[in-house]
């Protein structure tokens, strides 16, 4: 028996054809064929039971036997705020586990000691889908450009705001403590900074613009491993 296989199809509904680059995998790699089954996704918070109708070397068509709608396994809403590492694999390894621990949303922050100043969402987004997939996420988690640190302190992030940075003569609260105290519905955005931190005027215009102040723990942590923590403290709390 053929293990079910998954497929991102963001249009699953309005199509009867898988894209291009899954329709090559399922039928090139996975050598799927008329009546195999197979499951879609629209990164919306459907599964769509499918069958195979058609394949060719090019082209993977299917009929939907059952839409299954699917519960979020987190409440709230997870909004990680990043100052990407000048090793963009580092940051490609932390956007595969976030996915595959939880999040909603990923932007890139462009800071005062940022190393990396340009990204390229369309690799990552591949690696999101990818990372979606296997861990059987029915919610495609959404990336952002890279933005600059004040444009993205200057727009309104609902519910809780965080930044997290070493300063200790800023005060700081322990960034798990705060959550647990939150209810479980609430929105939350963590900002991490670059691997030389935000500098401490950001940490206080960050601040003064309604963010608090918090740290992740007694140690010190790399840029990507902050990032997962933080995510990882918000799914806890939830």
Not at 113 to 126: G, H, I, Q, W
Not at 132 to 141: D, F, L, V
Request: with cysteine.
């Amino acid at each position: 028996m053929k293990e079910t296989r998954y497929f991102y199809v963001p249009d699953a509904v309005q199509v009867n054809e898988l894209p291009a680059e899954e329709a090559s995998h399922a039928v090139r790699v996975l050598r799927l064929d008329v009546g195999d089954e197979m499951m879609l996704m629209d990164g919306q918070g459907c599964f769509y039971r499918a069958a195979v109708t058609m394949a060719s070397n090019h082209h993977c068509m299917y009929a939907i036997q059952e839409t299954l709608p699917q519960q979020r396994p987190w409440q709230g809403h997870i909004h990680l705020a990043i100052a990407p590492t000048k090793l963009i694999d580092r940051m490609e390894w932390m956007i595969e586990k976030a996915v595959e621990i939880g999040v909603d949303e990923i932007s890139f922050l462009d800071c005062q000691f940022s190393e990396r100043r340009v990204v390229k969402t369309a690799r990552l987004d591949k690696i999101v889908v990818s990372a979606m997939k296997q861990s059987r996420k029915a919610w495609k988690t959404e990336l952002h450009e890279m933005v600059s640190f004040k444009d993205f302190i200057n727009v309104h992030q609902d519910g809780a705001r965080y930044i997290a940075h070493c300063y200790e003569e800023v005060e700081r609260s322990f960034l798990f403590e705060d959550l647990r105290h939150l209810p479980a519905t609430e929105s939350v955005t963590v900002m991490i900074g670059p691997e030389g931190d935000f500098s401490i005027d950001e940490v206080h215009e960050a601040v003064a613009h309604g963010f608090h102040s918090v740290h992740l723990g007694s140690s010190r942590l790399r840029t990507e491993t902050a990032g997962l923590s933080a995510i990882m403290m918000a799914q806890l709390s939830k």
